[in-house]
C-alpha cells in the first residue's frame, strides 16, 4: 500500500491563474509548472504537507503530450482535465489526497471524495 501523499495539480487551472503570457505557449506555461513542482517530492508543501509526496500534473488541451519527468508523473487528460482528477482521487481512496486548483465544481467533486483542496497560491513559487 503506498505511504505517501498523492497531490494532484490542476495543470490548466493553475498555469491559468497567473497572467504571464501563457496562453501564448500553452504547453510550455505546463512545463515550466511541472518542473516547479519536482522540488515539492523531497520537501514537501510545509507545513500542510510533508515529504515525501507524490506529485502527479494533470493537462488537457494544447498542454496535452507534455512529458514526465523524474518525480512528477504527467497525465494528459483525454477530454476533461476534471474529469480526470476526480477518476485519479476516486481511485485511490485509501490515500492522503490533496488536489491544487481555484475550480469551484472540481473542488466541491473532489472534496466530496474525501480529497483536500487547496488554492494555486498554496504552492511555492
Not at 507545513?47 to 507534455?66: C, K
Not at 514526465?68 to 485519479?88: I, R, Y
Not at 472540481?106 to 483542496?117: C, D, I, N, Y
Amino acid at each position: 500500500m503506498e505511504t505517501r501523499p498523492l497531490l494532484i495539480v490542476d495543470g490548466a487551472n493553475v498555469v491559468g491563474s497567473r497572467p504571464d503570457g501563457w496562453w501564448r505557449d500553452r504547453a510550455g506555461a505546463a512545463a515550466r509548472l511541472r518542473d516547479r513542482l519536482v522540488p515539492l517530492v523531497e520537501a514537501g508543501v510545509p507545513p500542510e504537507l510533508p515529504p515525501p509526496v507524490e506529485v502527479v500534473l494533470v493537462v488537457e488541451g494544447a498542454a496535452r503530450g507534455v512529458p514526465a519527468v523524474p518525480g512528477v508523473a504527467v497525465v494528459s487528460a483525454p477530454g476533461s482535465g476534471d474529469d480526470t482528477m476526480v477518476e485519479l482521487v476516486a481511485a485511490t481512496p485509501d490515500r492522503r489526497r490533496l488536489v491544487v486548483t481555484a475550480d469551484r465544481e472540481l473542488r466541491a467533486r473532489v472534496g466530496a471524495l474525501g480529497a483536500e483542496v487547496y488554492g494555486p497560491r498554496w504552492l511555492p513559487r
